[in-house]
């Protein structure tokens, strides 16, 4: 299913985040669905992110999971 086509008003707004592991982090949020709030954790890993071989500084990635009931 995708979420985008049901719930089409996604926001996630970070709160805070801690260090759990080399390049691992959890991040407690806000997610917005439809005005609809509810708090989440989110763990990810950060990574840098590479153009064409061309590193960009200052910019990351971040990929992160999670299941909504």
Do not use: Y
């Not at 996604?10 to 005005?35: P, T």
Request: aromatic share 8%; with cysteine.
């Amino acid at each position: 299913m995708n979420l985008l086509r049901k719930i089409p008003n996604i926001k996630c707004i970070a709160c805070s985040f801690s260090k759990i592991g080399d390049n691992e982090f959890v991040s407690l949020d806000v997610l917005d669905l439809n005005g609809r709030q509810r708090d989440v954790e989110l763990r990810f890993i950060w990574e840098s992110i590479e153009f064409d071989e061309v590193r960009v500084h200052g910019q990351t990635r971040m990929l992160a999971e999670t299941e909504i009931n």
